[in-house]
């Protein structure tokens, strides 16, 4: 095995690239299968509406918040580098490994997803859904051990076909002229016990669908000029994840009511089973492809970057910052595709992962939020090429959004709850070990 110089990551992406990995690692069938079970949660158009929005201005807050910290840190493995800068060691190993963790999981997923859509459509492939799985993860295993470029064109080339097809599915939503939407009763309910954990389970949902949005950080170290197009990627895509979600469910409240798609399991499905007649069922399900083909490249490409951060300071064994010539991080890529096979047999539902991982990004940003204010502090005269504007209410705003939105979330899902205290629990023995033999 070819390794680089001195291991080093290449400085051989750009703002393409950022704005590609944003969109391919944020935009997947969570935007198609979501709004039928938030619709069910909410039962009112304007609540669930409003409630992507929040989502959208929550993100937006963050990206603001990420674009300084991204440009003045810019190493592999984006969000523990600034916790651990701001509050030592120990938070950043906790925080680096729930990062890892929540973008170690979705490989595996999403190869047994698109497995599943194929058969949809080659009903014949039927026997063969794990076996398809496992071809995927190694096909793209082999193309990102072939360098970055390879991934770095592929996610820009999917990343564009899948912006191009859910434009085409919201204007074709549009103009369906077919019913009218029933006017929907506003319910003045809204401060009940059952409203209420809806509304929150309804952001872990939403909070889950954007979660990849700060994914141009783990690439910061490998940008031509992370300064500039950091900030630049972070704004305009995450404004375009934002309004792409609040027109999806916009468009497809147009074509059913709340009350039809409250009874979703694939809200997209059904909508174009109503454009489109039975075709639209095909239509979906390429369009789920598309998607879930440049989120599966992006999240190949993310936990192995976590891994390498963690491995260059001592959270991991020393190998892990092997880079091949083409600029991959070779054994972070090969320990994590090990472990998205094993979870290929073993992964849970779409829901709770979905839940489980929004939970951990809460946490991890709000860290990550807090850091900003801790650094200020702590090293004010640390080169930023951007600051975050509205400072420091910004960053108080997001951290209480946080607080609040994790609150929320114990509330409505206390065994994740559970399971991420657990993690926590065991986490500093092993901190410990680690710090003390240095593998």
Avoid at 328 to 345: E, G, N, R, W, Y
């Amino acid at each position: 095995m070819s390794v680089s110089k001195n291991n080093q990551l290449k400085t051989t992406l750009g703002f393409s690239f950022n704005i590609a990995v944003l969109i391919g690692g944020t935009i997947g069938v969570g935007i198609l299968r979501t709004p039928g079970a938030i619709a069910n949660l909410l039962g009112n158009y304007w609540l669930v509406v409003f409630s992507w929005i929040f989502g959208g201005l929550y993100v937006l807050i963050g990206a603001n918040l990420y674009a300084e910290l991204g440009a003045m840190l810019p190493k592999a493995g984006g969000s523990y580098n600034y916790i651990k800068r701001a509050f030592g060691d120990y938070l950043g190993f906790l925080s680096g490994w729930f990062d890892y963790i929540t973008n170690a999981i979705p490989p595996a997923f999403y190869c047994i997803v698109i497995s599943e859509y194929l058969v949809i459509l080659f009903p014949e492939l039927k026997n063969y859904s794990t076996i398809m799985a496992i071809s995927l993860l190694t096909a793209f295993v082999l193309i990102h051990l072939s360098g970055v470029k390879n991934g770095s064109m592929i996610q820009q080339i999917t990343s564009f076909l899948k912006v191009i097809c859910f434009v085409a599915l919201v204007v074709a939503c549009f103009m369906y002229t077919g019913i009218e939407v029933p006017k929907i009763q506003t319910d003045n309910s809204f401060f009940q016990i059952g409203l209420l954990f809806g509304f929150f389970k309804s952001l872990q949902l939403i909070i889950g669908t954007y979660n990849g949005w700060n994914s141009v950080s783990f690439f910061a170290e490998e940008n031509d000029n992370p300064g500039k197009n950091i900030p630049k990627s972070l704004f305009s895509g995450v404004i375009l994840v934002a309004v792409i979600y609040t027109l999806v469910n916009i468009a497809f409240f147009h074509v059913l009511p709340v009350e039809t798609l409250a009874q979703s399991n694939l809200a997209a499905a059904d909508v174009a089973k109503v454009l489109f007649g039975k075709n639209g069922a095909i239509i979906v399900t390429v369009i789920s492809i598309f998607s879930l083909i440049s989120i599966l490249n992006a999240f190949m490409m993310i936990p192995p970057r976590i891994l390498y951060g963690l491995s260059r300071d001592g959270f991991f064994i020393k190998k892990g910052t092997e880079v091949n010539k083409g600029g991959t991080p070779v054994t972070a890529l090969l320990v994590s595709s090990f472990f998205s096979l094993f979870l290929i047999i073993f992964v849970g539902s779409f829901e709770v992962l979905f839940s489980f991982a929004a939970f951990i990004s809460i946490i991890v940003w709000g860290l990550a939020y807090a850091s900003l204010l801790k650094l200020r502090t702590k090293e004010p005269d640390l080169e930023r090429p951007y600051r975050s504007f509205w400072y420091p209410w910004a960053a108080i705003v997001a951290i209480l959004a946080s607080i609040g939105l994790l609150l929320g979330f114990i509330y409505s899902n206390p065994k994740s709850f559970l399971v991420i205290l657990g993690i926590t629990i065991a986490s500093y023995p092993l901190f410990l070990a680690l710090k003390k033999f240095k593998v």
